[in-house]
């Protein structure tokens, strides 16, 4: 059997730690429309350059171009197995868009995952986060600092603030967030999709209820 799931949550709810986190466990694949975006912006392809406008000022990627990249990513053979999306959908455009995929391909979405902050935290929490250049695990300057700064752990990587964490931009983002993305809460709920976790408990914990929840 397939798990379809979608993680939603602001942007710095952690979603992208619990994906990584679930796709190991599950054995299932993590698609995050960031991350490809930045993938192609690090490579410099045309679709980079067009994206890496709008990243750098918080504001979304067009629906058509991020619409293309998640169904590109979903029509191949790993997905069989099941899916993890991660930052896709945004709008409602794109989750019509998604459904209107999946149906065409005698594919459901099985579970949709909220988890919720406040804005506070969400400030805080971003504007600490470093990230790994070469593997991409997060790090937080105050609550979560590498063993020496400026070095992954994991890797021995670098450590970069992402061009968006910046405090003006990580506004913006809520912002996009709570106009665009809201929605969709409502969208899933009357689906009767939605499970909703407290962002606020711990990484571990939420992750034990989220698998909970798939099991
Ligand atoms: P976060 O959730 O922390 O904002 P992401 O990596 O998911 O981080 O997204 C970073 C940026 O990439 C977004 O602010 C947006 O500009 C762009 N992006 C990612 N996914 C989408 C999407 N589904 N629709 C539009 N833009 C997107
Ligand atoms: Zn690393």
Redesign the pocket.
Known sequence: MSTNVIIL?????G??TQAAKLTHYLGISAI???????ANISDGTELGKR?KE??D???????E???EI?VERLGRSDCTKGFLL??????LA?AEALDAYLSGNGKKIDKVLLINVTEDMVVRR?SGRRVCRSCGASYHVATMPPAKEGVCDLCSGELIQ?S??NEE?VRN?IR??EQQTLPLIEYYRGKGLLASMDGEAGLEEIFAEIVELLT
């Open positions: 949550g602001a942007p710095g709810s979603k992208g995050s429309t960031g991350e490809i975006l930045r994206a709008y990243m000022k918080g504001e979304l990627v067009p629906d171009l991020v619409t998640a991660d930052g896709f959908p945004r709008t794109q971003l992402r968006d964490d931009t983002r996009v967030y």
